[in-house]
C-alpha cells in the first residue's frame, strides 16, 4: 500500500536511517495497488507476514540501499533475502533513535501480539497500538509494551521522540472525533501522549484539528537538536480533502482524495501546533505521475 509508507527519517552515526511500511502478500481480493509492488504478477499469496516494517539507509538522503537482512521469508519466492526488520508491524508504525537510552525506539500497530489476533485486535478501540526498542534498529525488538492506554485509533503516520528538556517521550498519532464538532474541524484529529520511561502511556490529547473537509491525517514533529528554546518544533502538517465541493483552505473541487502538507510551528512540546500558512502547500505535490 504505497500511499501508506509512512516512512520516518534521521540522521545517526553518519548515515541516515529510513523505516517504512508496506504490504508484504497480495491477499485474495486486494487489488493492485495494494500488493508488495507495482509490477506484482500473480498466483495470489496468502502465506507469510501480512505487512512490515522495513530498512534503507543512505550515506547523503539521495542515494538508498536496501539491504538483505535474512530476517523474514516473504513472496514471491519465500526467501529470507529482503529488508523486513519487523513483520505483521501493519502501516504506520515510526522508528527514531532515542539519545537518552541508546536504542531505537518503535511505536505504532502491535507486533506483540501473534499474526492470527491482529484482525481480531484491530477492531478493538486503541488495541493495536505498541512500543518496543531495539539494540541495532534491525533485530532483536524487545520490551515490546503495549499503549493501549493512549486510547487512539493509529490509522496514521505514527512518531515518537524524546524530549531532553521536558526529560519525556511524546508519541503523536490519530485520533477520531465523530461528535458536533465534526460537522466544523472535521473527524480525523492528531494526538499527542506522554510517558517517563517509553512504557507507560497517558491517555492522547488532542493538539491538531483541521476543517470539516479538510482533515488533519496526521502530524511529524521535528524538535532542532540545538539552539532552540525548550518546548520549540517545527513540524509538517498533513490534511486529507474529503469532500467534492473542496474546502475553504483550498477551494477547489478536484483536490477531493488529496492529502496536502502544511508548516506547522509549537511552542509547547507539541501539546497545540499553529498552522504558519494555512491552505498553502510546504512540500506541493509533483507533476502527475
Same mark, same amino acid.
Given at each position: 500500500?504505497?500511499?501508506?509508507?509512512?516512512?520516518?527519517?534521521?540522521?545517526?552515526?553518519?548515515?541516515?536511517?529510513?523505516?517504512?511500511?508496506?504490504?508484504?502478500?497480495?491477499?485474495?481480493?486486494?487489488?493492485?495497488?495494494?500488493?508488495?509492488?507495482? &509490477?506484482?504478477?500473480?498466483?495470489?499469496?496468502?502465506?507469510?507476514?501480512?505487512?512490515?516494517?522495513?530498512?534503507?539507509?543512505?550515506?547523503?538522503?539521495?542515494?538508498?540501499?536496501?539491504?538483505?537482512?535474512?530476517?523474514?521469508?516473504?513472496?514471491?519466492?519465500?526467501?529470507?533475502?529482503?529488508?523486513?526488520? !519487523?513483520?505483521?508491524?501493519? !502501516?504506520?508504525?515510526?522508528?527514531?533513535?532515542?539519545?537518552?537510552?541508546?536504542?531505537?525506539? @518503535?511505536?505504532?500497530?502491535?507486533?506483540?501480539?501473534?499474526?492470527?489476533?491482529?484482525?481480531?485486535?484491530?477492531?478493538?478501540?486503541? &488495541?493495536? !497500538?505498541?512500543?518496543?526498542?531495539?539494540?541495532?534498529?534491525?533485530?532483536?525488538?524487545? @520490551?515490546? #509494551?503495549?499503549?493501549?492506554?493512549? =486510547?487512539?485509533?493509529?490509522?496514521?503516520?505514527?512518531?515518537? %521522540?524524546? =524530549?531532553?528538556?521536558? @526529560?519525556?517521550?511524546?508519541?503523536?498519532?490519530?485520533?477520531?472525533? &465523530?461528535?458536533?464538532?465534526?460537522?466544523?474541524?472535521?473527524?480525523?484529529?492528531?494526538?499527542?501522549?506522554?510517558?517517563?520511561?517509553?512504557?507507560?502511556?497517558?491517555?492522547?490529547?488532542?493538539?491538531?484539528?483541521?476543517?470539516?473537509?479538510?482533515?488533519?491525517?496526521?502530524?511529524?514533529?521535528?524538535?532542532?537538536?540545538?539552539?532552540?528554546?525548550?518546548?520549540?518544533?517545527? $513540524?509538517? $502538517?498533513?490534511?486529507?480533502?474529503?469532500?467534492? &465541493?473542496?474546502?475553504?483552505?483550498?477551494? #477547489?473541487?478536484? =483536490?477531493?482524495?488529496?492529502?496536502?502538507?502544511?508548516? %506547522?510551528?509549537?511552542?509547547?512540546?507539541?501539546?497545540?501546533?499553529?498552522? %504558519?500558512?494555512?491552505? @498553502?502547500?510546504?512540500?506541493?505535490? $509533483?507533476?502527475?505521475?
Amino acid at each position: 500500500a504505497w500511499w501508506n509508507t509512512n516512512p520516518s527519517v534521521f540522521h545517526h552515526n553518519g548515515s541516515y536511517h529510513m523505516y517504512y511500511t508496506s504490504n508484504i502478500v497480495c491477499e485474495a481480493g486486494r487489488r493492485a495497488g495494494m500488493c508488495p509492488h507495482s &509490477g506484482w504478477e500473480g498466483p495470489v499469496e496468502t502465506t507469510g507476514p501480512h505487512t512490515g516494517l522495513l530498512y534503507a539507509h543512505s550515506p547523503d538522503g539521495v542515494k538508498w540501499q536496501k539491504p538483505s537482512l535474512g530476517l523474514f521469508s516473504a513472496p514471491p519466492n519465500h526467501s529470507k533475502a529482503n529488508n523486513i526488520v !519487523l513483520a505483521n508491524a501493519a !502501516l504506520g508504525n515510526g522508528v527514531f533513535y532515542d539519545t537518552n537510552s541508546g536504542l531505537f525506539r @518503535q511505536f505504532g500497530h502491535s507486533v506483540c501480539e501473534a499474526a492470527s489476533e491482529m484482525e481480531t485486535a484491530h477492531a478493538r478501540h486503541g &488495541g493495536t !497500538l505498541a512500543v518496543s526498542s531495539s539494540a541495532d534498529g534491525i533485530s532483536n525488538w524487545t @520490551q515490546c #509494551t503495549s499503549a493501549a492506554t493512549m =486510547d487512539c485509533e493509529g490509522d496514521t503516520t505514527n512518531n515518537a %521522540l524524546w =524530549d531532553g528538556d521536558a @526529560q519525556r517521550y511524546f508519541a503523536f498519532t490519530r485520533i477520531d472525533n &465523530g461528535g458536533a464538532s465534526a460537522k466544523t474541524l472535521g473527524t480525523r484529529r492528531e494526538a499527542r501522549s506522554v510517558s517517563a520511561d517509553f512504557r507507560t502511556w497517558s491517555k492522547a490529547e488532542e493538539v491538531l484539528h483541521g476543517e470539516a473537509d479538510y482533515e488533519a491525517y496526521a502530524a511529524v514533529p521535528f524538535k532542532p537538536p540545538v539552539g532552540a528554546r525548550p518546548g520549540f518544533y517545527l $513540524g509538517l $502538517g498533513m490534511f486529507y480533502n474529503i469532500t467534492a &465541493g473542496g474546502s475553504t483552505a483550498w477551494n #477547489t473541487s478536484a =483536490d477531493r482524495g488529496k492529502v496536502y502538507c502544511e508548516l %506547522l510551528r509549537s511552542t509547547t512540546y507539541g501539546a497545540n501546533w499553529t498552522r %504558519l500558512a494555512p491552505g @498553502q502547500p510546504f512540500i506541493p505535490h $509533483g507533476g502527475a505521475g
